[in-house]
């Protein structure tokens, strides 16, 4: 199992950042996802789920209304539309399907600063 996030970088407060996540080793199309994300000296937390369908999603309060995740079952891929991003959203952000697989990609770096 094997997970490849991408996409991250730094952004002013207010801006947007759209994550991918591409997906190998098992049959994506049959598992649910989720994004989590962990900041310096906190502990990995959850920010978003999606079904294998990509119909039903949910997502941490902290980040609802403002996150959005999506999928594309032919591509192998999740994506994390990030909007409105503020400080205390920059973390390493990483994907891994439902149930959590025991094997995590290097994640990507969302920084977010004036």
């Known amino acids: 199992v094997k997970f490849v996030e991408s996409g991250g970088g730094l952004v002013q407060p207010g801006g947007s950042l759209r994550l991918s996540c591409v997906v190998s080793?098992?049959?994506?199309?049959?598992?649910?996802m989720s994004w989590y994300r962990q900041a310096p000296g906190k502990e990995r937390e959850w920010v978003a789920r999606i079904d294998s369908t990509g119909y039903r999603r949910t997502y941490a309060e902290s980040v609802k209304g403002r996150f959005s995740m999506s999928r594309d079952n032919g591509k192998n891929t999740v994506y994390l539309q990030m909007n409105s991003l503020k400080p205390e959203d920059a973390a390493v952000y990483y994907c891994n399907r439902q149930p959590t697989s025991a094997s995590w990609g290097q994640g990507t770096q969302v920084s977010v600063s004036s």
């Open positions: 080793g098992y049959i994506f199309a049959a598992f649910g």
